[in-house]
């Protein structure tokens, strides 16, 4: 399985850019796709996870119900809307995706065996 991730860049504070993420390689017919990120010194965290049915959407709490997540089964691809970006959004964001990730274990990082390169977002105050 292969995720290629897009949409990062040097964005200004309040800024709201919108971050994409496209499978390719497997024939899994259900799966999860989501996004950590891991800021400067800081430890990789949990951003958010939709599970294939698209009813499972957790958010780690720092975000602030600030980002949206969204799928589009067809396309095998995960969006990650991001709004009022601050400062401290500034992280390499990285796609994630498996088939086996169980509803309630979406922000384990060691669920997902399957990592994009990740994208870097730098928010400019």
């Known amino acids: 399985v292969q995720l290629q991730a897009s949409g990062g860049g040097l964005v200004q504070a309040g800024g709201s850019p919108r971050l994409s993420c496209t499978a390719s390689?497997?024939?899994?017919?259900?799966?999860?796709m989501g996004w950590f990120r891991q800021a400067p010194g800081k430890d990789r965290e949990f951003v958010s996870a939709i599970a294939w049915h698209g009813t499972s959407t957790p958010y780690t709490d720092s975000i602030e119900d600030r980002f949206t997540i969204s799928g589009d089964n067809a396309k095998k691809t995960v969006y990650l809307q991001m709004n009022s970006l601050k400062p401290e959004d500034t992280a390499i964001y990285y796609c994630?995706?498996?088939?086996?990730?169980?509803?309630?274990?979406?922000?384990?990082?060691?669920?997902?065996?399957?990592w994009g390169q990740g994208t870097q977002v730098t928010v400019s105050s």
């Open positions: 994630v995706a498996d088939p086996y990730v169980k509803r309630g274990n979406l922000d384990i990082k060691n669920n997902y065996n399957y």
């Open positions: 390689g497997h024939t899994y017919r259900t799966y999860t």
